[in-house]
């Protein structure tokens, strides 16, 4: 009995000792462990700091770590930066960073990161980082004033040295972007909502060159909801319901786009001091595909194989009473001539728009106005590339509407972009329609009525450039008639105006083309462009140089 419970005796203690010992190894591994993350948690801090010379200061909360299996999670992160520091080594000539960020998080989880490289080499590679609702405030502290930009990875300093990552998960984040230098702490962009992933992301040349991967990963997933972006004017807006981008399939689709001026068309025009036009744009549904995004990465240079307008419309108003037009409106040709990155879009194709324009003369008294429905359109070879872009091989425009869901009208506009003289051609037909339905633009602005006349067919061809248009225009018609209206009456007319129109009439006008027992006349299109009118205003002034010509207004067909 005695020797029984001898034994029993050294079994307990056998195993109290090698409880003893798990527990011990436990308690170590745990204060370790402990005073590891107590001190991982200041490293970061330190380095932080350090490496961004007392720029920013980051603050980890809830940190808890596995360097066994090389995970780390944080209850919270929050990154701050020191605007007065900022100043400080910027007045001293330091090179900092044109941009601070400013951040807050949800939770973060890394999947098997290396301690040992972060903590001794300054290098970071991880298979997987989450980041749960994070709040991004990003603010310009200077402008770029950079020609050229050296790609990241040549930048790159500590830590962010070759970084890999093997996934990014970013959920539910918010973004505000700002200009201090333009508008104070006043945001110029802000997404509501947005997720990010980003597959196989490696930051060094050989991701840089590789051109299988787009601004150094395999993979970018956005979508955001809530877009809004305050133009450089900080009078328009634009908005979007919802973005979604992927580099893998090279596509962009944003829908529910709108354009929209923030202040009333009077004060518009107050704040800029001319007759501004009031612009109202909004966008079904925006579709971009075959985006080069592995090239724009490498050389900053844009290319896409098509770009979808669905269901745009347009509302505009112009106070031409109250205000001038005071400066040049450039001609599409100086618009991508002065377009800095190389671009190229094979394609832009337009369905089912609509465009509404209003306009208030020097002497009228009401608005006159003019639609243009079911307006389709293709618009090949944009591009400012020399290679692509000649004046045998020009942007060719295609354009078909109704004009005031009446008369149908198809134009063709060649333009070669690159041209210095602003030369193009301007062809097209002009379908069957009562004249009359012209009346509301023509009568409050042009102080004209056509009280009747039928258009059967029209056709019209031209030669353009920055100072003149030359060409013709056949346009058949019958029984046309006009008043003379006093300007500044409402559409009333005089006897004056009454005796002027019987002459007219009579004398001036031909009513029909052809006249009775001839061959059809041609019209000459005579304009000389007013450099302070749109390139819209000049082709339309070629359209009605012609129609005068064609009805025996000669002189006046001649601007």
């Known amino acids: 009995m005695y020797q029984y419970t001898k034994n029993n005796a050294k079994k307990t203690n056998k195993w109290l000792k090698v409880t003893a010992w798990v527990v011990g190894i436990a308690l170590v591994l745990f204060l370790g462990l402990f005073i590891f993350t107590f001190w991982l948690e200041g490293k970061i801090e330190r380095m932080v700091a350090d490496q961004s010379k007392g720029v920013y200061k980051l603050q980890v909360f809830g940190l808890s770590t596995s360097p066994f299996v090389g995970s780390l999670s944080v209850d919270s992160l929050s990154l701050k930066p020191d605007y007065d520091r900022w100043n400080e080594l910027s007045s001293q000539g330091s090179n900092v960073s044109r941009t601070l960020v400013e951040f807050q998080t949800g939770s973060v989880a890394i999947r098997k990161l290396s301690y040992f490289k972060v903590l001794f080499n300054n290098s970071v590679q991880l298979d997987e980082i989450v980041v749960q609702q994070p709040k991004l405030l990003m603010t310009v502290m200077r402008q770029d004033t950079t020609e050229s930009h050296v790609p990241m990875h040549q930048t790159a300093k500590g830590f962010l040295k070759g970084l890999s990552i093997g996934k990014i998960s970013v959920s539910r984040a918010r973004l505000r972007y700002r200009s201090k230098v333009e508008a104070g702490t006043d945001t110029v962009f802000a997404l509501k909502q947005f997720n990010l992933g980003v597959t196989d992301f490696i ?170 429905h079911k307006v389709s359109s293709t618009i090949a070879n944009v591009s400012n590339i020399p290679e692509h872009m000649t004046n045998e091989n020009p942007a060719v425009v295609k354009v078909s509407t109704m004009v005031m869901d009446r008369a149908k009208v198809e134009v063709t506009i060649r333009i070669p972009l690159l041209n210095k003289d602003g030369y193009h051609t301007l062809s097209g037909t002009v379908g069957g329609a009562n004249l009359q339905v012209l009346n509301p633009i023509l009568v409050p602005t042009a102080f004209v009525k056509i009280a009747s006349g039928v258009v059967s067919s029209g056709k019209f061809n031209a030669e353009l450039n920055n100072t003149s248009a030359n060409g013709s225009m056949m346009l058949l018609y019958n029984n046309l008639k006009i008043e003379l209206l006093n300007k500044g009456s409402g559409g009333q007319q005089g006897l004056g105006k009454e005796v002027l129109s019987f002459l007219a009439n009579k004398v001036a006008i031909k009513s029909s083309n052809p006249s009775e027992g001839e061959q059809p006349r041609t019209g000459n299109i005579t304009v000389t462009r007013d450099p302070q009118k749109s390139i819209f205003n000049y082709w339309k002034s070629c359209l009605v140089s012609g129609g005068l010509s064609s009805m025996g207004l000669n002189n006046m067909a001649k601007q």
Not at 265 to 277: D, H, M, N, P
Not at 278 to 303: M, P, Y
Not at 328 to 345: A, S, Y
């Open 203 to 372: 930051l060094d040349s050989t991701s840089f060159n590789d051109p299988t991967r787009a601004y150094y990963a395999k993979k970018y997933e956005f979508t955001a909801q809530g877009a809004r972006y305050i133009l450089s004017d900080g009078l328009h807006e634009a908005t979007s319901d919802s973005i979604a981008v992927s580099t893998a399939s090279g596509t962009v689709v944003a829908s529910g786009i709108k354009f929209t001026p923030l202040v009333d068309q009077a004060a518009l025009s107050k704040v800029k001091g001319k007759a501004a036009t009031h612009q109202k744009v909004e966008v079904k549904k925006v579709s971009i595909s075959g985006v080069a995004f592995a090239e724009h990465s490498r050389t900053n240079s844009l290319k896409a194989k098509h770009l979808l307008l669905q269901t745009p419309s347009l509302i505009a108003f112009k106070n031409k009473k109250d205000f001038q037009d005071e400066e040049n409106k450039p001609t599409p040709h100086e618009i991508v001539q002065g377009i800095k990155p190389r671009f190229l879009l094979d394609t832009l194709e337009i369905q089912n728009g609509y465009i509404r324009y209003e306009e208030l003369a020097p002497a009228a008294t009401e608005r006159g106005h003019i639609t243009f």
